[in-house]
């Protein structure tokens, strides 16, 4: 399975999957209105990734913020990786956010409560 490595622009975020290492990470400003399009690839890797998962998954969340169509795109994103610890992978999500950000430190907070996995927030 090839790695996704996708630079960060002013209205999407930095991606960089490796597939192989079991590591995942999202970083920036996702406030695109064709989130689904942006994300449609890395969902469509991820859901390969699942046949043949890493024993462990580390997966590092850092944005800035994200629009509700995103927040879609990361909820299906998560939900998909919920499935391996059931089939005894580990998955580690680490959540940042900045210490003056409430919005990202609470959008982390609902994903860590809806979600049934090992969510660790990190503040930066």
């Not at 996704?4 to 192989?20: C, D």
């Not at 462990?56 to 879609?72: E, G, L, P, Q, R």
């Not at 959540?95 to 809806?114: P, V």
Request: glycine content about 4%.
């Amino acid at each position: 399975m090839e790695s996704i490595e996708i630079a960060a622009t002013p209205e999407t975020p930095a991606v960089k999957f490796h597939p192989e290492r079991g590591y995942l990470e999202i970083k920036g400003r996702s406030l695109s209105e064709s989130s689904a399009k942006f994300y449609r690839p890395l969902l469509d890797s991820v859901e390969r990734y699942m046949f043949k998962p890493a024993p462990h998954t580390f997966v590092h969340i850092h944005f800035d913020y994200f629009n509700t169509a995103s927040a879609k795109c990361i909820v299906e994103l998560l939900k998909r990786l919920e499935h391996l610890p059931k089939k005894g992978f580990k998955v580690e999500v680490h959540w940042y956010y900045k210490a003056n950000e409430s919005t990202m430190h609470q959008a982390g907070m609902d994903y860590k409560t809806i979600l049934d996995l090992d969510f660790n927030m990190v503040k930066v």
